[in-house]
């Protein structure tokens, strides 16, 4: 049986993926065959395996991270909110069921076996397995039915490494207060703590790291610095604060887009290659103003198109979206965007509303089925290859007239406002910079495409955080744990918390 550990951290957005990632990359660069592996993850940004299995976006990233394709084993377990009370299990790739957070607990011990069973095979194939928890493992609330963090290190009996955000402060709180509300079982799991956005001297940070030891009886792993540019495929709505400052544009100008933070917005990262690219500034918007000044607007994906496209209509953006497009300024809509932008949407799925109008703006009607269609899609932007596309969706659109946006022949284009169920294509770069000659185009801007391939981007951000890793941890005691497993002896810090 190959090495394991578990990344927990104390909160969501703490830095468990990226840790987990570029622990994955580090270890594939000492030649070590390793795999990523989240036994549930709660998300909206999901990916399409080769096999047609739908995973978390988060796991496609760190098995990229690591050198392997993602495939289904490596998150068993993906929870897609559908509303605050109710989401979609989707188990092995394939949905399973639609819960309310109760009944979900009834499915928790045969989950866990699947996840197991997964865990198992991937130790099995690889030399290394780093799994990564979900939320915080001291959500007592929740220990009794776990199977993403202590309750999946308990019954695989993996050493973990709790990791803690110390840019919004109390870092330390965290770190010990996580610690000291587990059990005395699952304290003795817990090795050791890792600090992660930290700015500034080290040397500052260094007598809070030995008292912390002092109280627990466990080192720090390490602190690893604030790192600017490393925007990977994030898997939490949390990561979509302030706007990311643009490259330098090549010309005079810089191009505006505008993509609508839909409340149950999915797959996000598709515009994460327009960051990409010199002076294109990206922004995420909830009002009237952010999109009447945008170069593009962006209606992305939604895990609830009928319950977001009335909240559209609640803002006032379907008016907005309908002078852009009596103006000729661009608009894209994203599957669940693109079904919002059409005539009609007939959906028996997922919220049951029936037939309900669209924003009347693309030629397209939508009925919604009850198998979900997964896929990796190809095809053509003009004379350009669309091969990093993917699909996920309940939604079968039927054009009924405008152009196809790719060829041969999907999505729609009518005038200004293009639509596609194809999630991913904006990382293929052609593609990508003739979408964006468009939109340059029709506001009359000075603006030219960078020559960076989106890919070789991607693998440079994944090489950055295995340099982090490589720089700021402590490898050899990273290791030792992978061997070893966790040491004897660690110390109880009471109250802890019962069994």
Same mark, same amino acid.
């Given at each position: ?172 709180? &965290?770190?010990?207060? %996580? ?23 080290? &040397? ?72 990409? !690219? ?10 009237? !103003? ?35 497009? &009596? ?20 959906? *028996?799925? !997922? ?14 009607? %939508? ?10 899609? %190809? ?7 669309? %091969?990093? *596309? ?25 005038? &200004? ?83």
């Amino acid at each position: 049986m190959s090495g394991a550990l578990l990344v927990a951290g104390t909160t969501s957005d703490a830095g468990k993926s990226v840790l987990t990632a570029g622990l994955c990359r580090w270890l594939a660069r000492q030649g070590v065959s390793v795999a990523p592996f989240k036994a549930q993850n709660m998300s909206l940004n999901s990916a399409v395996t080769v096999d047609g299995a739908e995973v978390g976006r988060a796991q496609a990233m760190q098995a990229a991270a690591a050198g392997i394709e993602v495939e289904a084993a490596m998150n068993p377990v993906l929870l897609k909110p559908g509303s605050d009370q109710t989401s979609q299990v989707v188990v092995l790739g394939r949905p399973y069921a639609d819960v309310s957070a109760l009944s979900y607990r009834t499915h928790k011990a045969a989950l866990l076996e699947i996840a197991l069973d997964c865990l198992a095979d991937l130790r099995r194939r690889y030399d290394v397995v780093i799994c990564e928890g979900a939320g915080s493992p001291a959500e007592i609330n929740l220990r009794a039915t776990d199977i993403a963090n202590m309750g999946l290190a308990r019954a695989a009996g993996l050493p973990v490494l709790v990791v803690g955000d110390i840019n919004p402060g109390g870092v330390f709180a &965290a770190l010990f207060g %996580t610690l000291a509300l587990l059990c005395a079982e699952d304290q003795a799991l817990v090795c050791g703590f890792v600090v992660n956005k930290f700015r500034g001297d080290v &040397a500052l940070l260094e007598p809070g790291l030995a008292m912390l030891q002092r109280l627990t009886g466990r080192s720090t792993y390490g602190v690893l610095p604030w790192t600017e540019g490393l925007e990977l495929d994030v898997e939490d709505s949390l990561g979509l604060s302030a706007p990311v400052a643009p490259l330098p544009p090549v010309g005079r100008d810089v191009l505006r887009v505008s993509v609508v933070r839909l409340p149950r917005l999915s797959n996000w990262t598709d515009v994460d290659a327009l960051r990409s !690219e010199p002076g294109v500034l990206v922004r995420f918007a909830t009002t009237a !103003e952010e999109l009447a000044d945008a170069d593009l607007v962006v209606l992305p994906g939604t895990r609830a198109t009928v319950v977001d496209l009335a909240w559209v209509r609640a803002r006032g953006l379907d008016r907005v979206l309908a002078d852009r497009a &009596a103006q000729g300024r661009p608009v894209l809509g994203v599957c669940g965007g693109y079904q919002m932008l059409g005539r009609s949407v007939q959906d *028996a799925v !997922e919220s049951r509303a029936g037939e309900v109008p669209g924003l009347g703006l693309l030629p397209v009607t %939508t009925v919604f089925g009850p198998d979900k269609v997964l896929g990796r899609p %190809t095809g053509r932007w003009g004379p350009h290859p669309v %091969t990093t *596309a993917y699909e996920i969706h309940h939604g079968v659109v039927t054009r009924h007239g405008g152009e196809p946006l790719f060829l041969p022949d999907e999505g729609c284009r009518s005038g &200004a406002v293009l639509g596609t169920v194809w999630h991913g294509v904006l990382e293929s770069d052609g593609a990508r910079r003739a979408l964006l000659a468009e939109v340059a185009a029709a506001a009359d801007r000075d603006w030219s495409p960078g020559t960076a391939s989106f890919a070789q981007v991607r693998q440079d951000r994944l090489d950055a955080l295995g340099d982090l890793v490589a720089d700021h941890l402590d490898t050899a005691a990273v290791l030792r744990l992978l061997h070893e497993g966790p040491p004897a002896g660690l110390p109880f810090v009471p109250p802890g918390a019962p069994d």
